[in-house]
């Protein structure tokens, strides 16, 4: 090997090294799962019924200006997998999952929402960190069911609501 590719690798091996670690943590928020509505409703309405319906998540971001609502981790208790030889349970395996909900104004009492939620899972990893968070696939049950709810509340306020 000459003493120029040799250098040229002592120089290029760091930058391989952090743009794989930048890349590796760009992965780590998981899949995402968007869900949208329209609806024949004022925008205070579905404001105040959106906020009455997330009350079961710790809400982090109220900013009725743009018109999004975020909410912290909400952690949930799950059947994990077993692992290893003799097919053990994991030890306090759970989710967590997180929403974004953001509406839109396109005319005079038109609504469009927006629901999006990310979730991950806590459980038996193997490796360094035997127990971790990590991405797994964000759930259509919950998510429609935070939508149902949502419309239940609308339509009983005599909004009409599209899906």
């Known amino acids: 090997m000459s ?5 040229f690798l002592i120089r290029t091996t760091p930058c391989l090294a952090v743009l794989a670690f930048l890349s590796g943590c760009s992965s780590l928020s998981g899949p995402e799962l968007m869900a949208e509505r329209y609806m024949a409703c004022p925008l205070d309405s579905v404001w105040n019924t959106s906020l009455e319906t997330l009350k079961a998540y ?3 971001v109220k900013d009725k200006a ?6 912290g981790w909400r952690v949930e208790y799950v059947q994990g997998r077993a692992y290893g030889l003799l097919q053990r ?8 999952s997180q929403l974004t909900l953001t509406l839109k104004p396109l005319e005079a009492n038109a609504v469009r929402l927006q629901l999006a939620e990310r979730r991950q899972h806590w459980g038996f990893r193997g490796g360094a960190r035997i127990y971790d968070w990590y991405p797994v696939q964000p759930s259509q049950k919950e998510v429609d069911h935070i939508l149902n709810n949502l419309t239940k509340k609308l339509e009983g306020e005599g909004c009409f609501v599209e899906s």
Not at 3 to 7: D, G, H, M
Not at 66 to 71: A, D, H, K, L, P
Not at 89 to 96: A, C, L, P
């Open 3 to 7: 003493a120029l590719s040799f250098t």
């Open 58 to 60: 710790p809400v982090t």
């Open 66 to 71: 743009n018109g999004v609502i975020e909410t």
């Open 89 to 96: 349970e994991g030890m306090g395996d759970k989710e967590r």
